[in-house]
């Protein structure tokens, strides 16, 4: 499969809700995910949404950022009918390579707990659990 992995440039935020919304992952339209405060928060140069392609049609996407220390790795979401066909893997080793490019050299993801199928899929690509840490976050408001 000729699967092509592109950026989100400006005027994609439809594409990716599209893909969020057939994927059926949550995602926050009043607060983080907002067209806005993403298109501002990619100005920051820290993150990259990457989408793959097939055939001219989008089918999967990933949200890739760094915090100076460490990268991380978010919203890995692939359609239905592509699954299983490792087009997970090669958006996280696209988004692992734009990392090490960055001069980032751990990689991190947070999976909640219901997500059984997320956190194998994670272990699968190379993902070791790390026992023993809360996250913990204080939020300026509820839908951010
Ligand atoms: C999780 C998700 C992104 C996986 O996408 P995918 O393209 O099917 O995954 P891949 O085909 O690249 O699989 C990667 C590895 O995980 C394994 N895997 C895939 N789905 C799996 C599942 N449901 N349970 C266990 N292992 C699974 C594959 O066998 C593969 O391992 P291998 O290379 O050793 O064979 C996709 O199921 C999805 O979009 N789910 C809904 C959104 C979501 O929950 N995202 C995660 C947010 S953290």
């Known amino acids: 499969m000729d699967v092509k992995i592109v950026a989100y440039k400006k005027g994609d ?3 990716l ?16 995910d907002k067209e806005e405060t993403i298109e501002k928060e990619l100005k920051r140069g820290v993150g990259k949404f990457l ?4 055939d001219g049609k ?11 220390r460490k990268g991380w790795i978010n919203r890995v979401a692939v ?7 490792g087009i997970a893997r090669i958006l996280v080793e696209a988004a692992e390579k734009w990392l090490n490019g960055q001069g980032i050299e751990i990689y991190a ?3 909640e ?9 994670f272990k699968k690509l190379g993902y070791i659990p790390f026992e023993g840490i809360h996250y913990l976050t204080k939020r300026k408001y509820p839908e951010v």
């Open 113 to 121: 707990d219901y997500n059984k199928e997320s956190l194998e899929v």
């Open 51 to 54: 989408f793959a392609m097939l």
């Open 13 to 15: 935020y439809k594409i």
């Open 109 to 111: 993801c947070q999976i």
């Open 79 to 85: 359609v239905p009918e592509y699954r299983h066909k």
């Open 17 to 32: 809700v599209d893909l969020w919304e057939r994927s059926g992952l949550p995602y926050k339209p009043l607060g983080r």
């Open 58 to 68: 989008y089918i999967g996407t990933v949200l890739v950022t760094h915090d100076g």
